[in-house]
Nanobody, 125 residues
Framework: QVELVESGGGLVQAGGSLRLSCAAS????????MGWFRQAPGKEREFAAI???????YYADSLKGRFTISRDSAKNTLYLQMNNLKPEDTAVYYC???????????????????WGQGTQVTVSS
C-alpha cells in the first residue's frame, strides 16, 4: 500500500521560510514524477512544482525564485523549500506522485496516481 505523508507546515510571518517534506512508503519513486500542489480556501487545487527523472524541475510562474523542489531518493522523500513566503501562499500543500516519469499534463490533478493528506501553511502579514 503506497502512502505519502507530508510534514513541515505551520504558521510563519511574511518573508519567512518553511521546508515541507513528503515521506513515501510502499514503493520507491526513483525517477518518477513527483510534485507539490496547493489549495487555498475556496479555490481549486493548483500546481506548484514538480521534479522528474534525474532532477529536472518545473515551477508555477508565481513561485519561481522563491520555492525549490528536491528529493532524496535514498530516503524516498520529496521536499519543498519555501522562502520569502507571502500571505497569498497560505494554503494546504499536497504531495503527489505518478507511477511513471511522464510529465504529460503535469499541472493537472488527474495526472497523479498518489496523494498525501496535505499540510497547512499559513503566512501572516
Amino acid at each position: 500500500q503506497v502512502e505519502l505523508v507530508e510534514s513541515g507546515g505551520g504558521l510563519v510571518q511574511a518573508g519567512g521560510s518553511l521546508r515541507l517534506s513528503c515521506a513515501a512508503s510502499g514503493r520507491t519513486f526513483i525517477g518518477n514524477t513527483m510534485g507539490w500542489f496547493r489549495q487555498a480556501p475556496g479555490k481549486e487545487r493548483e500546481f506548484a512544482a514538480i521534479t522528474w527523472g534525474g532532477g529536472s524541475t518545473y515551477y508555477a510562474d508565481s513561485l519561481k525564485g522563491r520555492f525549490t523542489i528536491s528529493r532524496d531518493s535514498a530516503k524516498n522523500t520529496l521536499y519543498l523549500q519555501m522562502n520569502n513566503l507571502k500571505p497569498e501562499d497560505t494554503a494546504v500543500y499536497y504531495c503527489a506522485a505518478r507511477r511513471d516519469s511522464s510529465i504529460r499534463a503535469y499541472t493537472s490533478v488527474s495526472s497523479y496516481d498518489y496523494w498525501g493528506q496535505g499540510t497547512q501553511v499559513t503566512v501572516s502579514s
